[in-house]
């Protein structure tokens, strides 16, 4: 992804991670979840680097971070989120998170203590039960998808990317999706962060959402065909004061069907520069 360089790179339990810091400001830190990377910023992130020091990451197995053979599961995503954002010496960002982004940022607030200044969700893993029909039969049959051929695998991460966008995205807009996961390490890496999601790490953090130590806005595609909007309407339930936001015409991946929706909510939502 030669058009969205993370030129940086931070070593987390020996690994490293790849990571980008643009412009000047307040700092604005974003999170993707799976099986995305940081790239589902790039209609996003450029708004706002001329107004604020933005922050932006690979998940560890993600990306251009490194495709590690052990833990990149959610329990492990809020640590090294907690220690990026010491390195960068943020003690109270706004941040954006989507995803599995959502679980990650949600667990480093209420187990790690990291405090932000605004907290703006999108489609958010946040609420049990989670996992499609296809999550369950990888978690099943790791070894068995992770040997498919190459041509399978790009017909199965393209068919399952298309799934979390609305429109009809053409292959070449598609393919920065697709390509981290293609070939060795990546179609391993693929299956390997499916094979560990584990729903008790939601769980984890589930009954703490009414502690929430910050301003909380929450977005949902209505049309988002992996996790139902009424979740996140229920999610507004549990956090005092949290605002919800439908988004129409918006599947899974909003970043991809309606990026300026994502922009205009961040322009009203997020403070600004003192």
Same mark, same amino acid.
């Given at each position: 992804?030669?058009?969205?360089?993370?030129?940086?790179?931070?070593?987390?339990?020996?690994?490293?991670?790849?990571?980008?810091?643009?412009?000047? /400001?307040?700092p604005?830190?974003?999170?993707?979840g799976?099986?995305?990377?940081?790239?589902?910023?790039?209609?996003?992130?450029?708004?706002?680097?001329?107004?604020?020091?933005?922050?932006?990451?690979?998940?560890? /197995?993600?990306?251009?971070?490194?495709?590690?053979?052990?833990?990149?599961?959610?329990?492990?995503?809020?640590?090294?989120?907690?220690?990026?954002?010491?390195?960068? /010496?943020?003690?109270?960002?706004?941040?954006?998170?989507?995803?599995?982004?959502?679980?990650?940022?949600?667990?480093?607030?209420?187990?790690?203590?990291?405090?932000?200044?605004?907290?703006?969700?999108?489609?958010?893993?946040?609420?049990?039960?989670? /996992?499609?029909?296809?999550?369950?039969?990888?978690?099943?049959?790791?070894?068995?998808?992770?040997?498919v051929?190459?041509?399978?695998?790009?017909?199965i991460?393209?068919?399952?990317?298309?799934?979390?966008?609305?429109?009809?995205?053409?292959?070449?807009?598609?393919?920065?999706?697709?390509?981290?996961?293609?070939?060795?390490?990546?179609?391993?890496?693929?299956?390997?962060?499916?094979?560990?999601?584990?729903?008790?790490?939601?769980?984890?953090?589930?009954?703490?959402?009414?502690?929430?130590?910050?301003?909380?806005?929450?977005?949902?595609?209505?049309?988002?065909q992996?996790?139902?909007?009424?979740?996140?309407?229920?999610?507004?339930?549990?956090?005092?004061?949290?605002?919800?936001?439908?988004?129409?015409?918006?599947?899974?991946?909003?970043?991809?069907?309606?990026?300026?929706?994502?922009?205009?909510?961040?322009l009203?939502?997020?403070?600004?520069?003192?």
């Amino acid at each position: 992804m030669t058009d969205w360089p993370l030129a940086q790179t931070y070593r987390f339990n020996g690994h490293s991670v790849r990571y980008a810091v643009r412009g000047d /400001g307040p700092p604005l830190v974003f999170v993707h979840g799976t099986p995305f990377s940081s790239f589902v910023w790039h209609r996003i992130a450029p708004h706002f680097i001329t107004s604020h020091r933005v922050h932006y990451f690979d998940l560890l /197995g993600y990306g251009l971070s490194e495709k590690v053979e052990g833990d990149v599961s959610l329990g492990v995503q809020n640590e090294l989120l907690t220690q990026l954002l010491e390195h960068w /010496g943020l003690d109270c960002p706004d941040v954006v998170a989507h995803d599995f982004g959502g679980a990650t940022v949600l667990r480093a607030h209420l187990l790690n203590g990291k405090d932000y200044r605004s907290l703006t969700l999108i489609d958010p893993v946040a609420l049990t039960p989670w /996992g499609s029909p296809f999550v369950q039969q990888v978690r099943q049959h790791e070894a068995v998808f992770s040997g498919v051929p190459d041509y399978i695998q790009r017909a199965i991460v393209s068919a399952y990317v298309r799934g979390a966008i609305k429109r009809d995205i053409p292959d070449d807009e598609l393919a920065p999706y697709v390509q981290p996961w293609l070939g060795d390490p990546g179609q391993a890496a693929f299956y390997r962060q499916i094979a560990q999601m584990d729903q008790r790490y939601t769980r984890e953090v589930e009954g703490l959402y009414p502690t929430i130590r910050c301003p909380v806005q929450i977005l949902w595609g209505e049309d988002d065909q992996w996790i139902p909007i009424e979740r996140g309407r229920a999610l507004q339930q549990l956090i005092a004061g949290a605002q919800f936001h439908p988004i129409p015409n918006a599947g899974h991946l909003v970043q991809e069907d309606a990026p300026e929706a994502i922009v205009a909510a961040l322009l009203r939502f997020v403070p600004k520069a003192p």
